[in-house]
T-cell receptor
């Protein structure tokens, strides 16, 4: 059974700081990995999608890396802004012969960027 | 990626009543997924909805409590039946197209 762990659970930083969020997973046979952002009481916004054959993806100030063999991914946020304050969720996709597609979420990292 | 319209965005309901949540996708998809996110927790899959067949429910979720309809390839509904305060959660629908896309969520409070 896939398990996804995110560290830290919460993070508070001053505006402008660069930061790294960590995600680890136990079953390395993933199809892809996605990072999401969730604002309080809202749905999920996809930030970056990394296929299992890729090492990293970049979008603006965000960079996500994937080390499939070690079961790890990081989300790097450069020059953080108060608007980045949200919960960041990591999710991995596995395909099973009987279970079909299975998306497993981590518990999330709650980020607060202070002005 | 797909675009999903989910409604209502939030509701406050009396215990014992039912609420139906709707999701409309801008393109045809084979499977739609329904998730629950209880306060302070991550997402838990309720069921997978396929067009033309019964939904497949995860362990701990039953059709009588969470009936799902999937009348066509762009639309699905989830009903939360006979609600209790423990059903207070955010409910989200999702589709898989490349990566996963989620609806904007329905924040349900049962009083």
């Amino acid at each position: 059974k896939q398990e996804v762990t995110q560290i830290p659970a919460a993070l508070s930083v001053p505006e402008g700081e660069n930061l790294v969020l960590n995600c680890s997973f136990t079953d390395s046979a993933i199809y892809n990995l996605q990072w999401f952002r969730q604002d309080p009481g809202k749905g999920l916004t996809s930030l970056l999608l990394i296929q299992s054959s890729q090492r990293e993806q970049t979008s603006g100030r965000l960079n996500a890396s994937l080390d499939k063999s070690s079961g790890r991914s990081t989300l790097y946020i450069a020059a953080s802004q108060p608007g980045d304050s949200a919960t960041y969720l990591c999710a991995v996709l596995n395909f099973g012969e009987t279970s079909g597609s299975r998306l497993t979420f981590g518990e999330g990292t709650q980020l607060t960027v202070n002005p | 990626s797909a675009v999903i319209s989910q409604k209502p965005s939030r509701d406050i309901c009396q215990r014992g009543t039912s609420l139906t949540i709707q999701c409309q996708v801008d393109s045809q998809v084979t499977m739609m997924f329904w998730y629950r996110q209880q306060p302070g927790q991550s997402l838990t899959l309720i069921a997978t909805a396929n067009q033309g067949s019964e939904a497949t429910y995860e362990s701990g979720f039953v059709i009588d409590k969470f009936p799902i309809s999937r009348p066509n390839l762009t639309f699905s509904t989830l009903t939360v039946s006979n609600m209790s305060p423990e059903d207070s959660s955010i409910y989200l629908c999702s589709v898989l197209r490349g990566g996963y896309t989620f609806g904007s969520g329905t924040r349900l409070t049962v009083v």
